[in-house]
């Protein structure tokens, strides 16, 4: 399950619930809601919407401006259904481990027979996300006067993608919110601090 930011979750739970009782989108709706934003706010929710359509949770046709067609998918209308799922397997699956002086090459079993925790070496630059990270939060104070309405975005993303490397949900879903902090980041149009963070994507893209 591809992890979304917090603010396309929120999109993704607005589309769910502005359904129409044959179970279509209510595309009504989002023309008057994308009439009475500002430009800006219209980009910003253009690019979440973009963040859904590239994780197959919906398909769109723009037209004057706002989605006159608008369809959910199967990871869409399931979205809020795996997540919860996967939060109750955690859960399930969770064990507490007391380790009392050094401990040395240890490996943990988890959930059962034959299941063994999994060290990622799969060749993927996890240093340089970390160095993402570590930008985004030192510079904190300043992320508002250089991504101006997309800060809280930029913050939230940074936050989830702390959350996939230590939760190891996978390179993909990683690449997935690098990805946006790159939109964001070149969205800001010259910042230093979005200038270093897609200096080091680049890197990582080749």
Known sequence: MRCLTKKAEELLCEILNHRLENGKCDVSYWKDTFEVLS???GMILRS?????????????GWGDNYPYILMLLGKGIS??????????N?????????????????????GGVNSTQII?????????????IEIIRKYDAVLDTEFGESADDLRESCNTLDKAIKENRGKEVIKGIVK????????????????????????MTG
Request: charged content about 30%; glycine content about 4%.
């Open 39 to 41: 430009a800006s706010e």
């Open 48 to 60: 979440l919407f973009k963040e859904l359509i590239e994780a197959d949770m919906i398909s769109v």
């Open 79 to 88: 979205y809020f259904d795996e997540i919860k799922r996967e939060e109750e």
């Open 90 to 110: 955690r859960n399930m699956n969770s064990y507490v481990n007391n380790f009392y002086g050094n401990e040395n090459n240890v490996q943990l079993q988890q």
């Open 120 to 132: 990622s070496n799969d060749g993927f630059e996890y240093e340089q996300v970390k160095e993402i």
């Open 180 to 203: 946006y902090i790159r939109d964001l980041s070149v969205n800001a149009a010259g910042g230093i601090i979005a200038a270093r963070v897609i200096e080091i994507i680049s890197k």
